[in-house]
């Protein structure tokens, strides 16, 4: 009779590889002293029997069954064949179906003579000992994680034993590199790996840098010298499915000699992550739109009707025209945004470039345009002063006293608490971001402090070439665009450019 055996273990260590090595020779021995002609023999190496999705050599074995190359599938124990009871037996009727015994030889049962209900009993052994072991391995990480246990293989550092890294001079250069280029150039991930890529720079694997690897180095709080651990925990050891754990669970451990940069510079990235995060994150159905500058206008124009940034297009005829358009629009048609505007590239780029020398041009209207939206961003001309800042920031606290003395004398409703404390709690937030600025000084004189530093970075765009995204960053906050074609140009914050 022509067999097939199918052998497999659990991991690809040296004990277990010699295990699998012991099986193939002892298929191969049955197989002649039973007078079988052994056809193949399928061994999957260092692969959970929790699911057959991912052991292609198990796979291969029931796709040459269904071409029939044998009569009989021969296996050690169930434990080898599956450790899920729901693929084991679709898996011994699927071969059935086709005419093709299964026989477990620990048991000394096969599947067309005995009984399925014997095949369930040994299936649900072999899970409930798979489920033990995934207990085992679950409590033995967290004692490891709770002690210190470094990852397998980190970027920036060299793993030395279990619970200590070294720091890798070369990989550490490429991590300073990252954070340099994400907070002081203002690049962004993907344009971030692009760079690395060109100047030769690669990941721990010799790879090519993506966008994904980028984050993951800036989202990565080892590199300020602190070590989480214990984040995730398999929530079905079947599946394998992770789920991320609450801060309250994770083992953190300080570190400060594992540092490649400093606590400063990585909360700095953290903030830009955020900033970036809530400023092109849309809402619903949009969220999690996240800051590009892979082209010139990446994430720089908005929709003014849906919110969201226009994508850019291209397309080729005669020529290649690139243009930009609404990202909702482009997606689902007027069904959800109906603003059709196209902007062609090019002629933006020349429009933007007239727009800025007209401001320098016109240096009387530039700083009444400055001083305007200096005035719109002050709670009043006569709240300039930090006298009068705290003044309306004590009368607002006395305020909130009151409210909350009538809910407790029941005077007011638990809702009615609630809207009238978020209205204070938002006019306190913006007191306190004026009352935190050090000095009015530069925001009163606009002119001797800001009106200079717009002045700088128009004249070195004018001059540039080549504009590149971070080029326009420097000078545009977004642009503007409704469903009628008009153009609004925002220039950066006021505050922002003093901060600088």
């Not at 933007?352 to 320098?360: A, D, E, G, P």
Request: aromatic share 8%; net charge positive.
């Amino acid at each position: 009779m022509k067999i097939a055996a199918y052998c497999r273990v659990s991991t690809d260590k040296d004990e277990q590889l010699a295990s699998l090595r012991h099986q193939r020779e002892f298929f191969a021995a049955y197989a002649q002293c039973n007078g079988h002609t052994l056809v193949q023999l399928y061994a999957d190496e260092g692969i959970s029997g929790t699911s057959v999705k991912k052991r292609g050599e198990f796979q291969r074995l029931m796709h040459d069954a269904e071409a029939g190359l044998f009569q009989m599938v021969v296996v050690k124990d169930v434990s080898r064949f599956a450790r899920n009871t729901v693929d084991a037996l679709q898996s011994v009727r699927r071969l059935k179906a086709l005419g093709i015994n299964t026989l477990f030889l620990t048991a000394n049962m096969d599947s067309m003579g005995d009984s399925e209900f014997i095949l369930t009993l040994f299936s649900a052994m072999a899970q409930e000992e798979s489920a033990n072991i995934s207990k085992r391995t679950k409590f033995g990480k967290r004692i490891n994680a709770e002690k210190g246990r470094v990852p397998q293989r980190v970027f920036g550092y060299d793993r030395i034993d279990n619970f200590t890294l070294e720091i890798n001079p070369e990989e550490a250069r490429i991590v300073r590199r990252i954070f340099s280029l994400y907070t002081h150039q203002g690049m962004g991930c993907r344009t971030i790996s692009m760079t690395l890529n060109q100047d030769g720079d690669k990941t721990k694997f010799g790879n090519d840098w993506n966008a994904r690897g980028v984050r993951r180095v800036l989202t990565n709080p080892l590199y300020s010298g602190i070590l989480i651990n214990h984040k995730y925990e398999v929530e079905d050891f079947l599946t394998g499915h992770q789920i991320p754990l609450p801060d309250a669970e994770r083992f953190c451990h300080e570190r400060p000699d594992w540092a490649i940069v400093t606590p400063e510079v990585y909360q700095q990235a953290q903030q830009i992550l955020e900033s970036r995060r809530k400023q092109y994150d849309a809402g619903a159905p949009f969220r999690d739109s996240r800051y590009s500058g892979r082209h010139i206008f990446s994430t720089l124009i908005k929709c003014a009707h849906c919110g969201r940034s226009f994508c850019r297009k291209s397309y080729t005829y005669a020529n290649t025209r690139v243009y930009w358009r609404c990202t909702t629009n482009d997606q689902y048609t007027a069904q959800r945004c109906d603003n059709r505007v196209c902007l062609d590239e090019s002629e933006l780029i020349a429009q933007l470039r007239t727009y800025f020398s007209s401001l320098i041009a016109d240096k009387p209207s530039f700083l009444s345009g400055v001083l305007s939206s200096l005035a719109q961003r002050l709670p009043s001309s006569e709240a300039a002063s930090r006298a009068e800042l705290e003044r309306r920031q004590k009368k607002l606290l006395l305020k909130k006293d009151r409210y909350q003395e009538l809910y407790a004398n029941d005077l007011l409703s638990l809702t009615e608490l609630k809207e009238k404390l978020e209205q204070i709690q938002a006019e306190l937030k913006t007191l306190d971001g004026y009352l935190e600025q050090p000095e009015q000084a530069d925001f009163r004189n606009p002119s001797d402090a800001v009106l200079p530093r717009y002045t700088e970075e128009i004249h070195r765009f004018l001059a540039l070439e080549t504009i590149t995204n971070a080029h326009l960053r420097q000078v545009i906050d977004h642009i503007s665009v409704n469903r009628d074609g008009n153009v609004q140009i925002v220039l950066r914050k006021l505050e922002e450019m003093t901060k600088e």
